[in-house]
């Protein structure tokens, strides 16, 4: 199959099976949350904080498909008050109709919608934007690196984007049962394909990978589309972290911050001390590829990147004691049920315990992550009980807190001009 043809089928996969499967009715239900391109995430990995000041701002979502990270951020930008201007550019019409409809179910009245491929993004949708989502999309690419160039190309040099691409570990599996179906299928309608690889999945033995890979789940929960963009795709390929390196590297772009950050550090899967001491030392990238090497478990690599130019270092710290700590859905009250001085946050990364110690006063802190900033959070607390704490031991601390949480991506900061 060549490569136009491989666009071809690529197109018309998108147009008879629209991905993800979204009801516009359900939006007004709920607002579907994921990364990357949540607003907290926005300011707090790219703009330390805060937004370009310039307005209004500009946001392009790039193979939007039908609209999850399209809708979550154009809502999220109106209902913080931001004047924006959100693209969608997708291949198919039918993907875009579904993103379309949210939006009008909405009443949002800060998108717009360019029918295309992003290669052309010059042409169709051209710049500069302050933030370009693409969320899925590059590894479906007959050349990924000619298609995150292009985009490159369209962003502003203070500018920052958003990816997600396939992580190739994860999905052990996922491409032996496509390599199945070529050879059981090949050749075939679509409609064909799609139903023998549903008698397939039936009839896969116990030692299957795939049937092997609680991480994987779309054939299972995504309905036909998800059955088909799972198993079916025209074209479809996944990264290890060095992979994906390389790939924006390639774009002369850097990475800001992988997500959720203790997916991509060695601590997070080990307890033998010298094993640890080993991992600790290396540089950041041998870290994260050990890390996806260990866990097993990582299907897909989300990243935020900015402009290689950028000399700046564009994430908020918690140091700063003007920004404010914000939770990203998550309610500080019901937390701090289950957190004592100098406990332990708990959780799950890839059916892997995450554990990250926390602060004394992990308590009070939770307590008044209320809407103030570090330094008025600092105040309250001297005022309340502790008027020598001093300000070194509250960032030490404070510093601790945002770590844990920030691990597994439910803390950001951001600028109080906001």
Known sequence: MTG????????????????????????????????????????????????????????????????????????????????????????????????????????????????????????????????????????????PTVGLKALVEQLAPDGGMGLMVYGALGRTGVYHTQEAMRLLAAGEPDNQRLGLVKRLLKSLPSGNWLRRNPFVGDHVTGGDAGIFDLLLHARDRAYTVPELLGLITAADLKVARLIQPALYEPETYLDDPALLKRALVLPADHRWALAELLSGAITKHIAYAVPAGRAEDTEAKPDDLSLIPVFLDMDPAEIAKGIKPGGTLTAELGGHPYMAPLPALAPVILRLCDGRSLAEMLAAIRAESRPDLSEDDFRTQFAQFFTAFQGVNRMVLRSPEE
């Open 4 to 143: 136009s043809d491989q666009s071809d089928r690529v197109r018309e996969q998108y147009e008879a099976l629209p991905y993800p499967e979204r009801n516009p009715a359900d939006e007004a239900k709920r607002l579907v949350i994921g990364s990357p391109s949540q607003l907290g995430e926005i300011r707090h990995y790219l703009f330390r904080g805060g937004l370009p000041e310039r307005s209004p701002f500009r946001a392009l979502v790039a193979g939007g498909g039908t609209g999850d990270a399209f809708i979550m951020l154009a809502q999220q930008l109106a209902d913080a008050g931001i004047a924006a201007e959100v693209t969608h550019l997708d291949l198919s019409s039918a993907s875009q109709g579904v993103a379309r409809a949210r939006a009008e179910a909405r009443g949002l009245d800060n998108t717009r919608f360019v029918l295309g491929e992003i290669e052309h993004v010059k042409a169709l949708a051209p710049g500069p934007y302050d933030y370009i989502d693409c969320c899925g999309v590059l590894h479906h690419l007959a050349d």
